[in-house]
């Protein structure tokens, strides 16, 4: 229902996920992650860039950026009332919720995907992948929901529970309103995002590639997960790979943190996500850093891919 006057596209994301009908408390815990990011946005614009002298549980060193985001989300879920357990990139362990919660919900999430691009100014987001209930370590089949905000020119937030991929861009009040609805991915790939090095990549991978290129299709790659998935889904096609390598098998990104909640998305919006032999979202986690190959978007390239993967290797 529209107000006399109001164009459909003034709604904000809270009015949105009503008029969706969704779960009250799940529209709760995605507005408090929108609320956070806003802090996060700040953090981005005006924060310190040096590193924090800590490092993650991939050894990797941490920037200042990546533990106040961190931190600036974990408190958020903390005290939302629906969280149960909280899963982060930045943290070594399952953190569960200990203060007054109805335990609906359970969170693994990346703070700051692509940290280490803020120094030189290049996009970057916060991806949020939510299961209902305890368990975090079940096959991404089980996400509820999956969302992420890109902090790039203009700060947009992305979700989906099922029902439809929907984008919202923050306005001057920093209010997401929505822009997109139901965005969906309707065409093979004209655009394409090679991650790691081309000289690692299997037979199967280098075929793909090349079959991409002779296609006419155009390399797109920032090195931000969120704004080359996002390219994907705004231009309603295209591929994204980081495919398993000579020197790295699985591949660099994270299964809990980085492609669950990406692969809800893009199969949200149509398309497809796979490690090159089996889907994404049927992988089970054995730890929280699992990392796997990814082949996502457009679902008629990801099955070429899957096909000269079996053939070649
Ligand atoms: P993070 O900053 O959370 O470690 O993730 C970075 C990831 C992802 O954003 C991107 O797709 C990939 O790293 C880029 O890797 P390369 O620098 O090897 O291309
Ligand atoms: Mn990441
Ligand atoms: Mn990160």
Do not use: W
Not at 110 to 129: E, H, K, M, R
Not at 133 to 145: H, I, K, P, T, W
Not at 203 to 221: N, Q, S
């Amino acid at each position: 229902m529209v107000e006399p006057g109001q164009t459909k596209f003034q709604i904000d994301l809270r009015r949105h996920m009503r008029e969706q009908g969704e779960d009250r408390d799940l529209t709760r815990l995605i507005c408090e992650i929108a609320e956070a990011s806003k802090y996060i946005v700040n953090s981005i614009r005006t924060g310190d860039l040096g590193v924090a002298g800590t490092s993650n549980l991939y050894g990797e060193q941490q920037l200042a950026l990546d533990v106040l985001s961190d931190r600036i989300l974990r408190k958020r879920l903390f005290h939302s009332g629906v969280v149960a357990n909280i899963a982060s990139e930045e943290i070594e362990e399952v953190i569960s919720v200990d203060v007054e919660s109805n335990r609906r919900f359970s969170v693994a999430y990346d703070p700051l995907d692509g940290s280490s691009l803020v120094d030189v100014n290049l996009a970057v987001g916060t991806i949020v992948s939510i299961f209902e209930g305890e368990d975090l370590f079940r096959s991404g089949r089980n996400q509820v929901a999956a969302m992420y905000i890109l902090y790039g020119p203009r700060s947009t937030l992305v979700y989906s529970t099922g029902n439809g991929v929907h984008e919202f861009a923050m306005n001057a009040l920093m209010e997401y309103t929505l822009v997109r609805e139901n965005i969906t991915l309707n065409s093979s790939a004209k655009i394409y995002s090679p991650g790691g090095q081309r000289n690692q990549y299997s037979p199967g991978t280098e075929a793909f590639v090349r079959d991409l290129e002779i296609r006419g299709a155009k390399l797109r790659y920032s090195g931000g997960f969120v704004p080359d998935i996002n390219q994907v889904l705004m231009k309603g096609q295209g591929v994204f790979l980081y495919p398993h390598l000579n020197n790295a098998p699985d591949g660099k990104l994270r299964l809990l943190f980085e492609l669950n909640p990406m692969a809800y998305l893009i199969e949200q919006a149509g398309g497809a996500a796979s490690t090159g032999k089996e889907s994404i979202m049927d992988l089970i986690p054995e730890s929280m850093d699992c990392r796997a190959p990814v082949f996502i978007g457009s679902k008629e390239d990801i099955a070429r891919a899957e096909m000269l993967v079996a053939q070649l290797g």
